[in-house]
């Protein structure tokens, strides 16, 4: 089994992003999409967690990463 060593967090928001990244163990590198210059996609989704299925599919596949959103 690999192990997570690069992980890309859904979120441009600054707060949202600290909190999920103090979560997260510190030997994971973490990136935030403001680091690509990659903007939030429409969330179209009618709930929270179609709306987090948005981003993560879209910021993993514009970065090559497993994203967390």
């Keep these: 089994m690999n192990k997570i060593k690069k992980i890309i967090v859904g979120t ?30 429409e969330e179209t989704g009618k709930s929270f967690k179609k709306n987090s299925f948005i981003k993560a599919k879209y910021f993993s596949k514009k970065t090559n990463l497993i994203c967390l959103s």
């Excluded at 973490?30 to 680091?35: A, D, G, L, R, V």
């Design 12 to 41: 441009n928001n600054a707060g949202k992003y600290r909190e999920i990244c103090d979560l997260l163990p510190k030997k994971i590198k973490k990136y935030s999409p403001k680091e690509f210059d990659i903007l939030t996609p």
